[in-house]
């Protein structure tokens, strides 16, 4: 009896799990489907037509063509690892100075940490651009990168791992001379290893999904990243949907080989983390 219960609940909690996955790949699937039918096909009001007619790799050639993929690729490189660099240092060393220092105010300044991690993105929107504006920096890939310069969402998590360090190890190290730079950088920074790779996760996931600071600080194609690019490809009154999902998938690629390279350190560090993508 027991037995035959616990057959039907697995049964059951594999077809949710199944259900979940074909819903998280159906727009994957809609999108390589699209990107090879004709534009009729894509905007048809017919539920049924789901398979294009032809395989057409028209939607590959033209977009290849009009859009410097090689130029759009290497932007968003240098952006994600401009963005993952600055992060991690910046972050860890905050991190270790709120989660192991005492210093005045530290709650305080620690505060508002927290506090900009509440407010909405988007009210720093102007003032960042008035800064880049200011500095002369417009459609250059510093603007790109500098809202990244610091991430308070990164100096908290950092923090976090630190605090889970054992006291012993900094007195251990007080007492065999070491100061308190040569204990960060020799004792503390190399066991806040899964931290850093979980923060350089999301930090890469974040500049890759980022869209509307590219939209504001570049409208030169030489410093454009590859969303900002595919924004480009929507029209005010029409949109060729099987280049955009063309263009889409092109761009999805660097993301895929990335993940398929790194997969172990991708699920350890959002398991270390316990945070969501």
């Not at 009729?40 to 049924?48: I, L, R």
């Not at 004792?187 to 899964?194: G, K, N, Q, T």
């Amino acid at each position: 009896m027991f037995q035959i219960f616990h057959n039907r609940t697995n049964a059951v909690f594999f077809a949710i799990l199944l259900l979940c996955g074909l819903v998280m790949v159906i727009p994957f699937l809609w999108m390589i489907l699209t990107a090879f039918k004709t534009t009729t096909e894509a905007t048809s009001v017919n539920p049924f037509v789901v398979f294009p007619g032809a395989l057409r790799t028209d939607s590959f050639s033209h977009v290849m063509q009009n859009m410097n993929f090689g130029r759009l690729y290497l932007n968003t490189i240098v952006l994600i690892a401009g963005r993952v660099l600055c992060a991690v240092l910046t972050a860890t060393m905050a991190g270790y100075a709120f989660g192991r220092l005492r210093f005045p105010l530290k709650t305080f300044f620690f505060s508002l940490v927290l506090i900009q991690m509440m407010v909405p993105s988007q009210i720093f929107i102007i003032p960042q651009y008035l800064m880049i504006s200011k500095l002369r920096m417009l459609n250059t890939m510093f603007a790109l990168l500098f809202p990244g310069l610091i991430t308070a969402f990164g100096t908290f998590l950092l923090r976090q791992n630190f605090m889970t360090l054992p006291a012993d190890l900094e007195e251990a190290a007080r007492i065999d001379g070491a100061n308190i730079g040569q204990t960060f950088l020799f004792i503390m920074f190399p066991l806040v290893r899964s931290g850093m790779v979980a923060l350089g996760i999301f930090t890469a996931l974040f500049a890759f999904k980022e869209l509307l600071w590219p939209l504001i600080v570049n409208t030169s194609q030489n410093s454009m990243p590859l969303s900002s690019a595919l924004a480009k490809l929507q029209g005010q009154f029409n949109t060729n949907y099987p280049e955009l999902m063309a263009a889409s998938i092109l761009a999805c690629l660097p993301m895929i080989v990335i993940y398929l390279l790194f997969q172990k350190h991708f699920i350890q560090g959002i398991a270390t983390s316990g945070g969501k993508l």
